[in-house]
């Protein structure tokens, strides 16, 4: 019988089964940043233990960085103290650190792959969900909180329950002005933001076969937000071809080498899945959110749905409360629906391929009066990309602002925030009550072409009409 | 090592948060993240929920002093954030009861020794119901034998066996556990592919 990636993955970094049943899990490779391990730090100190394996944990900052102005010392006290204390448990430890003055800093999700560190058949984990981002290469890399930080600091292990495996299989083909990102809120809402709760999520069929691994990216990365920890993607040539070359990848035979191994730890034909679900990509139109989880979508086709015409009394408070949040109308038409920020940045959609997507849809356009637009590259090597690409122009002709690489607006721990009610086209992950940093602000999730076609037209408008 | 402290059940009143899907930045707002401790979380969980709500539990006096929380589906939902369940352990709850949780929050939870148990919807509703009618009533959620009992009421709660392993036998902190028989570790890590060069 053939086995999943998740199954030959787990069994290969198994250590032992626990008295209470749980699997010892070894961890290849741990990311850190500032903002889930500085308590970490703190208890191994208290109890006089070390870090056993320095080399198998890497670090960057990315949540609490300034876009703008990232001269030290921050000007947010609280910013530079979580700062000052990453430093000196990297130093103190020697872990390696893409500190803000090299030019590898970025958000972890970013620079992880970027930098050939996450490779196929690894188990990867970090203080942060959205750790299963680094499925996109066949990794098992999931998040996790301080405490567990701290014993993978520890014993650079983990004490973790097995997942069950659901196959999605998206078909056809995407088409024009249609992306990953889509693709993953069209999943969301079919199977709910609980539905992966107990699973991990394994993409496949032809349209997961054609995109590139920036996209593969994008979908891993929200597996969470429809409650899966994990998501993956069995590693193919497009994953090699990726790795090739990356500082830390492995060079020449080696680099043959991994590659049998990597290809060996794919799925097996004829494995077995606890579930199997089947979408058509060439019927997935854009889509955008409308409410206060990522689960509330529809295609900017559609309207704003009436929770008076729903079947399930459960699902109709659910929409009320969130209708009553966005202070939007029942059965209104999603586009249309005015603006007052536009942000391409985040973990989600921060990555060459999106600026230059966003880029394709902002040149030759101004962006409408009413809207504060920015991007922020999701890490310094995007960023400088980009700018030998002149995109960084485009966008500043356009009346973009052009950041420095961090989080911004995804979440509010850095000066990026919306202010009030305002309306914000994002290119990120949650559209939770108060996520962008005002109580009452209010996020419209969708691709980031999506939010440079909102960004000009002041309104959300299908990006498909513009390209 | 952390003291070993076994736990068979948590006795206290309760606070209903009703509603479903209640993400950890309402729990706590990331703002508050901004610390390179866990003190003082406890005083802003759900701070941005009670300044929207003025009839939030949290803000309701009746409510002070309870320790288990009642929640519907999926709580805390979202981020890995620690500091969740840090915040709600600090104001006081000892023991969460709800529809479902988030299973990144579950693991959260458990490793800090707060303890969730699941129950149907039916029996929140009327956990909920009850406590909202007299906040004073006593809940006993029995980890050993996974029942919530009121005076009046006995109903069942689902614990995963391993977690329910965990609070009985003390030992939900689980680095001395993981560092036990390093060696195997070792062994492990040495015969991995990308440890040892491909």
């Given at each position: 019988?053939?086995?999943?990636?998740?199954?030959k993955?787990?069994d290969r970094?198994?250590?032992?089964?626990l008295?209470?049943?749980?699997?010892?899990?070894?961890?290849?490779?741990h990311?850190?940043?500032?903002?889930?391990?500085?308590?970490?730090?703190?208890m191994?100190?208290?109890?006089?233990?070390?870090?056993?394996?320095p080399?198998?944990?890497?670090?960057?900052?990315?949540?609490?960085?300034?876009?703008?102005d990232?001269?030290?010392?921050?000007?947010?006290?609280?910013a530079?103290?979580m700062?000052s204390?990453?430093?000196?448990n990297v130093?103190?430890?020697?872990?390696?650190?893409?500190?803000?003055?090299?030019?590898?800093q970025?958000?972890?999700h970013v620079?992880?792959p970027?930098?050939?560190?996450?490779?196929?058949?690894v188990?990867i984990?970090c203080?942060?969900?959205?750790?299963?981002?680094?499925?996109a290469f066949?990794?098992v890399?999931?998040?996790?909180g301080?405490?567990?930080?701290?014993?993978?600091?520890a014993?650079?292990?983990?004490?973790i329950?097995?997942?069950?495996?659901?196959r999605?299989?998206?078909d056809g083909?995407?088409?024009e002005?249609?992306?990953a990102?889509?693709v993953?809120?069209?999943?969301i809402?079919?199977?709910g933001?609980?539905?992966?709760?107990?699973y991990?999520?394994?993409?496949?069929g032809?349209?997961?076969?054609?995109?590139a691994?920036?996209e593969?990216?994008t979908?891993?990365n929200?597996?969470?937000?429809?409650?899966?920890r994990?998501?993956?993607?069995?590693?193919?040539?497009?994953?090699?071809?990726?790795?090739s070359?990356r500082?830390f990848?492995?060079?020449g035979?080696s680099?043959e080498?991994?590659?049998?191994?990597?290809?060996?730890?794919a799925?097996?034909?004829g494995?077995?899945?606890?579930?199997?679900?089947?979408?058509?990509g060439?019927?997935?139109?854009?889509r955008?959110t409308?409410g206060?989880?990522p689960?509330?979508?529809?295609s900017?086709?559609?309207?704003?749905p009436?929770?008076?015409?729903?079947?399930?009394?459960?699902?109709?408070?659910?929409?009320?409360e969130?209708?009553?949040?966005m202070?939007?109308?029942a059965?209104?038409?999603?586009?249309?629906?005015?603006?007052?920020?536009?942000f391409?940045?985040?973990?989600t959609?921060?990555?060459?391929?999106?600026i230059?997507?966003?880029?394709?849809v902002?040149?030759?356009?101004?962006?409408?009066?009413?809207?504060k637009?920015?991007?922020?590259?999701?890490?310094?090597?995007?960023?400088?990309?980009a700018?030998t690409?002149?995109?960084?122009?485009v966008?500043?002709?356009?009346g973009?602002?052009?950041?420095?690489?961090g989080?911004s607006?995804?979440?509010a721990?850095?000066?990026?925030?919306?202010?009030?009610?305002?309306?914000c086209a994002?290119?990120?992950?949650?559209?939770?009550?108060?996520?962008q940093?005002s109580?009452?602000?209010?996020?419209?999730?969708?691709?980031?072409?999506?939010?440079?076609?909102?960004?000009?037209n002041g309104?959300?408008?299908?990006?498909?009409?513009?390209l | 090592?952390s003291?070993?402290?076994a736990?068979s059940?948590i006795?206290?009143?309760?606070?209903?948060?009703?509603?479903?899907n209640?993400d950890?930045d309402r729990?706590?707002p990331?703002?508050?993240?901004?610390?390179?401790?866990?003190?003082?979380?406890?005083d802003?969980?759900?701070?941005?929920?009670?300044?929207?709500?003025p009839?939030?539990p949290?803000s309701?006096?009746?409510?002070?002093?309870?320790?288990?929380?009642?929640a519907?589906?999926?709580f805390g939902?979202g981020?890995s954030?620690?500091?969740?369940?840090?915040?709600?352990?600090r104001?006081?709850i000892?023991?969460?009861?709800?529809?479902?949780?988030?299973?990144i929050?579950l693991?959260?939870?458990?490793?800090?020794?707060?303890?969730?148990?699941?129950?149907?919807a039916?029996?929140?509703?009327?956990?909920?119901?009850?406590?909202?009618?007299?906040p004073?009533?006593?809940?006993?959620l029995?980890?050993?034998?996974?029942?919530?009992?009121?005076?009046?009421l006995s109903?069942?709660?689902?614990?995963p066996?391993?977690?329910?392993?965990s609070?009985?036998?003390?030992?939900?902190d689980?680095?001395?556990?993981?560092l036990d028989?390093?060696d195997?570790?070792r062994?492990?890590?040495?015969?991995l592919?990308?440890v040892?060069?491909?």
């Amino acid at each position: 019988m053939g086995q999943t990636l998740l199954e030959k993955v787990w069994d290969r970094h198994t250590v032992r089964r626990l008295p209470n049943g749980q699997t010892q899990l070894f961890i290849g490779l741990h990311f850190i940043h500032e903002v889930t391990t500085p308590q970490a730090f703190d208890m191994l100190r208290q109890r006089g233990i070390g870090v056993a394996f320095p080399e198998r944990t890497y670090a960057t900052v990315d949540h609490i960085v300034p876009t703008v102005d990232q001269q030290r010392p921050f000007a947010d006290d609280l910013a530079e103290a979580m700062m000052s204390a990453l430093e000196r448990n990297v130093r103190e430890h020697g872990i390696r650190f893409a500190d803000l003055a090299t030019d590898r800093q970025g958000i972890v999700h970013v620079i992880g792959p970027e930098l050939g560190l996450t490779h196929p058949g690894v188990t990867i984990a970090c203080g942060d969900s959205h750790t299963s981002t680094h499925g996109a290469f066949g990794a098992v890399a999931f998040g996790i909180g301080t405490s567990q930080v701290r014993d993978v600091l520890a014993s650079q292990c983990l004490a973790i329950d097995p997942l069950k495996v659901r196959r999605i299989v998206i078909d056809g083909a995407l088409g024009e002005g249609v992306y990953a990102k889509d693709v993953i809120l069209e999943i969301i809402a079919r199977l709910g933001v609980k539905g992966g709760v107990g699973y991990a999520y394994e993409y496949a069929g032809a349209v997961v076969e054609q995109m590139a691994m920036d996209e593969r990216m994008t979908m891993c990365n929200m597996s969470i937000e429809g409650g899966a920890r994990i998501g993956y993607v069995n590693p193919d040539d497009t994953t090699f071809d990726y790795l090739s070359g990356r500082p830390f990848a492995p060079e020449g035979e080696s680099f043959e080498r991994a590659k049998s191994w990597w290809r060996s730890m794919a799925s097996d034909d004829g494995a077995n899945y606890d579930d199997e679900v089947v979408i058509d990509g060439s019927a997935i139109a854009p889509r955008v959110t409308w409410g206060i989880n990522p689960g509330q979508s529809v295609s900017v086709e559609e309207s704003i749905p009436d929770p008076t015409k729903m079947m399930s009394s459960k699902d109709a408070a659910e929409t009320s409360e969130a209708l009553e949040f966005m202070g939007f109308t029942a059965g209104a038409p999603i586009s249309g629906t005015k603006i007052d920020v536009a942000f391409v940045g985040s973990c989600t959609n921060s990555r060459l391929s999106d600026i230059r997507e966003a880029a394709r849809v902002v040149r030759g356009h101004k962006v409408s009066s009413h809207v504060k637009a920015l991007v922020v590259p999701g890490s310094k090597s995007v960023s400088q990309a980009a700018e030998t690409e002149g995109l960084d122009v485009v966008f500043k002709e356009a009346g973009f602002e052009w950041r420095g690489a961090g989080c911004s607006m995804c979440l509010a721990m850095n000066p990026d925030r919306l202010i009030g009610q305002e309306v914000c086209a994002s290119s990120s992950n949650r559209n939770f009550k108060g996520r962008q940093g005002s109580p009452t602000g209010r996020t419209l999730l969708m691709s980031p072409a999506m939010v440079a076609a909102a960004a000009i037209n002041g309104a959300v408008v299908d990006v498909r009409t513009l390209l | 090592m952390s003291e070993i402290k076994a736990t068979s059940r948590i006795d206290g009143t309760a606070i209903p948060v009703r509603g479903n899907n209640i993400d950890t930045d309402r729990i706590i707002p990331a703002r508050f993240l901004k610390s390179i401790t866990f003190e003082g979380l406890g005083d802003h969980l759900f701070e941005d929920d009670r300044q929207s709500m003025p009839n939030h539990p949290f803000s309701n006096p009746s409510y002070a002093g309870a320790s288990i929380l009642l929640a519907n589906e999926n709580f805390g939902s979202g981020s890995s954030r620690e500091h969740a369940p840090q915040a709600l352990k600090r104001w006081g709850i000892d023991a969460c009861i709800g529809e479902s949780f988030s299973e990144i929050f579950l693991g959260n939870a458990t490793t800090i020794g707060l303890p969730c148990a699941t129950a149907s919807a039916a029996d929140i509703k009327m956990l909920m119901d009850a406590v909202e009618q007299t906040p004073a009533t006593r809940l006993s959620l029995r980890i050993d034998a996974l029942l919530v009992e009121t005076a009046q009421l006995s109903q069942p709660v689902v614990i995963p066996a391993a977690i329910q392993e965990s609070f009985l036998t003390g030992q939900w902190d689980a680095t001395g556990l993981l560092l036990d028989q390093f060696d195997q570790v070792r062994q492990l890590a040495a015969a991995l592919p990308y440890v040892k060069g491909y």
